[in-house]
T-cell receptor, first 111, second 113 residues
Framework: KNEVEQSPQNLTAQEGEFITINCSYS?????LHWLQQHPGGGIVSLFM???GKKKHGRLIATINIQEKHSSLHITASHPRDSAVYIC?????????????FGTGTRLTIIP | DTGVSQNPRHKITKRGQNVTFRCDPI?????LYWYRQTLGQGPEFLTY????????KSRLLSDRFSAERPKGSFSTLEIQRTEQGDSAMYLC???????????FGSGTQLSVL
C-alpha cells in the first residue's frame, strides 16, 4: 500500500467548476507539498504546508495533521489548469531525500 | 532563466549503450536531488547531494547508475549498459539546506529501444 494516496486518479470538469483533489497519508510528517506537472514533465511546486491553509490566486491548499489528510482546491477552473497534480509528504525528522510522492491526479478542464 | 536546467530534454538510445544526463541547479542551492518517474507514477528518489558530497543513494540505484557533483554545482547522472526498464523521466531538483521547498527541472525523458 502506497504511503500517499490521492483521489481521484482522473478528473474531468467544465471550465469554471470548483475542483477538489484529495491526499491521504499514513506516516507522521513535517510538511506536505502540492506539485503541478504539465505534459512534457516539468514540475512546479505550488504549496508546501505543515498546518492550516494556504492560498495563492485561485488555488487553496488545506491540511489536517490529525486526520493525515490534505486537499487542493481550484476555484473558477480554467483549461490552463489541466495538468497532473501530485501530493508529496516529508516524513518527520527527514529531508527531501525521504519525500514520498503520490501517483498524481490527472485534471482535465474542458472549455 | 535562473531555474533548474536539465539536458538533454529527450534521449533515445539502444539497449546496452551508456547515457549521461546533466542538471544545473539554481546557483545558490547546495542540495541537489535526482528522481525517476515512470508513466502514471509519482517520482521516486534516486540520490542526493549536499554540495559535492553524495549523501544518500536509493536501492533503486543499481551499480549501472552513477551520479556526480564534482564542484558542488552541476551534477551528472550516468547509466551504463542501459536496459529497457531504464526508460523513464529523470528529474532533477534543488533546494537550500534548511528550506525544503524544491525547485524542479523539466526532466530528461529517456527511451531505451
Amino acid at each position: 500500500k502506497n504511503e500517499v494516496e490521492q483521489s481521484p486518479q482522473n478528473l474531468t470538469a467544465q471550465e469554471g467548476e470548483f475542483i477538489t483533489i484529495n491526499c491521504s497519508y499514513s506516516v507522521g510528517i513535517s510538511a506536505l507539498h502540492w506539485l503541478q506537472q504539465h505534459p512534457g514533465g516539468g514540475i512546479v511546486s505550488l504549496f508546501m504546508l505543515s498546518s492550516g491553509k494556504k492560498k495563492h490566486g485561485r488555488l487553496i491548499a488545506t491540511i489536517n495533521i490529525q486526520e493525515k489528510h490534505s486537499s487542493l482546491h481550484i476555484t473558477a477552473s480554467h483549461p490552463r489548469d489541466s495538468a497532473v497534480y501530485i501530493c508529496a509528504v516529508l516524513p518527520l525528522d527527514f529531508g527531501n531525500e525521504k519525500l514520498t510522492f503520490g501517483t498524481g491526479t490527472r485534471l482535465t478542464i474542458i472549455p | 532563466d535562473t531555474g533548474v536546467s536539465q539536458n538533454p530534454r529527450h534521449k533515445i538510445t539502444k539497449r546496452g549503450q551508456n547515457v549521461t544526463f546533466r542538471c544545473d541547479p539554481i546557483s545558490e542551492h547546495n542540495r541537489l536531488y535526482w528522481y525517476r518517474q515512470t508513466l502514471g507514477q509519482g517520482p521516486e528518489f534516486l540520490t542526493y547531494f549536499q554540495n559535492e558530497a553524495q549523501l544518500e543513494k536509493s536501492r533503486l540505484l543499481s551499480d549501472r547508475f552513477s551520479a556526480e557533483r564534482p564542484k558542488g554545482s552541476f551534477s551528472t547522472l550516468e547509466i551504463q549498459r542501459t536496459e529497457q526498464g531504464d526508460s523513464a523521466m529523470y528529474l532533477c531538483a534543488s533546494s537550500i539546506r534548511g528550506n525544503e521547498k524544491l525547485f524542479f527541472g523539466s526532466g530528461t525523458q529517456l527511451s531505451v529501444l
